[in-house]
């Protein structure tokens, strides 16, 4: 039988291949397992708008209860943080999600949320593969029970994500302030589960490419950045919109694009979400960020005098140290925020929210806030390349970049090396290369950060040259 392997989060798999009701049902059935002594019986459920979601919320949701727990099963598409701030302000034992996010259409999975709303960490989705393959030598099978017998005695219940969750988001921001502006938005959700939720929230109108039902996500892949929102860029510009706002799969990750057309960028989004935390809002408390997110944070912090705390990829790890440290925000370069008073975990829907709720108080174009941050800290460009290559090329990649010692780059000297995740090579200049192996799909990632476009790609070509990519 297929083994069952967590990835940086969640586990994921090819539908119809190794996604598929029989392996969904040992993943929950293990999870059950695992948790079957605890007193808190309160699971949530939610799943996304790939091929098998639905159903496969269903099929978990039939086990759960089957195995005890009470189930409350999202009644239609949910964004993932929906679930993950349903669990904690309920103070359920775990959510589930049936999704995988920003992968391509051919991909579905399952993400663990724990008691907090993060994102299950490494120990406990450990446990749960431990489970599966006892449950696998055992022969035992999930238990699965009556589906209609189980809602009719509200062993599962239906809940609507626009309920509590879309008025938590109308009172977390300030609907009236921005609704004053007479916005013009552009929404494109990559026809994943955000579609509808902003609009929702604003009580308004909005413009939305890209909501309706396509499991093949019209051939994009559904991840909010440049490539995969060329029509959102058409649409800004077409409408003379004050802004574009995209989400990806599963509506946990944000992107943008200006009045202008020029894209916003997840690190710059992250910069300006912090700095209206800490001017408008009045936040305080430690920074968490990734080891692929930008030095720009490091700067606002070094400037607020606030502690950054830095992570390996994944936001399991940054919502671990969000937790410990009470921080104020959290983010990673692939376009997850989260904000203390939220939940621990990331949520594309509020981050778009909060990018109009900067612009209306402030009184200002996304375009003049990016320039009066910039003129502020600095310019930073960035940029990543992924290399899709066998397991074994990617694992000789990555030791022989942790085997070299290289000494400079066009010049400009390795001022240290960092092997938290992968190997990040940092320069005199501030500029840095990374060379990392992803932790869900057979990608080796290569990224780059300068202060020039120039620079930036002459690493990227240092790196596919150097190392043979």
Known sequence: ???????????????????NAQNVARVVQGFCDVKQAEKNRLVYVGYDRRKMSNSMAALAAQILAANGFDVKLSNQFCPTPCISWMVKTTHALAGVVITASHNPAQWNGVKFKEATGCAASTEFTREIEHQIQKNTTDKRAPLTGNFADLLQSRRIVYFDPMGDYVDHLKKFVDVPLINSQNYRIVYDPLFGSGAGFIGR??????????????????????????????????????????????????????????????????HQIFALLLLHNLRYRGGSGAVVKSITTTELIRKICDKAGMDLIET?????????????????????????????EHVHERDGVLNALLLLEIMAVNGKSLS???????????????????????REKI???????????IAEVGGVPVSRYDLMDGVKIYFAD????????????????????ATSVERVNLLLDFARVHFGL
Not at 1 to 19: L, S
Not at 232 to 247: D, N, Q, W, Y
Not at 318 to 337: C, D, P, R, T, V
């Open 395 to 405: 694992n000789q990649i990555d030791a022989e970049a942790r085997r070299q010692q």
């Open 201 to 266: 929230v604003l009580g308004t109108e909005i413009t939305q490419i890209h909501a309706e039902d396509d499991v093949t996500f019209g051939g994009l892949n559904p991840e909010p950045i440049a490539q995969n929102t060329a029509l959102l860029r058409e649409e800004v510009l077409e409408h003379g919109a004050h802004i574009g706002l995209a989400t990806d799969g599963d509506a946990d990750r944000i992107g943008a694009f200006d009045e202008k057309g020029a894209f916003v960028n997840s």
């Open 430 to 449: 501030y500029s840095w290369l990374f060379i990392r192996a992803s932790g869900t799909e057979p990608l080796l990632r290569v990224y780059s950060e």
């Open 368 to 390: 003049e806030m990016i320039c009066a941050m910039d003129a502020e800290f600095g310019k930073f460009f960035y940029m990543r390349n992924d290399y899709h290559l066998a």
């Open 1 to 19: 039988m297929t083994e069952i392997k967590f990835g940086t989060d969640g586990w994921r798999a090819v539908i119809d291949r190794d996604f």
């Open 312 to 340: 390996p990829v994944g936001f399991k790890y940054i919502s671990q140290e969000l937790i410990k440290h009470n921080a104020l925000m959290g983010g990673e370069e692939s376009g997850g925020i989260s904000i203390r």
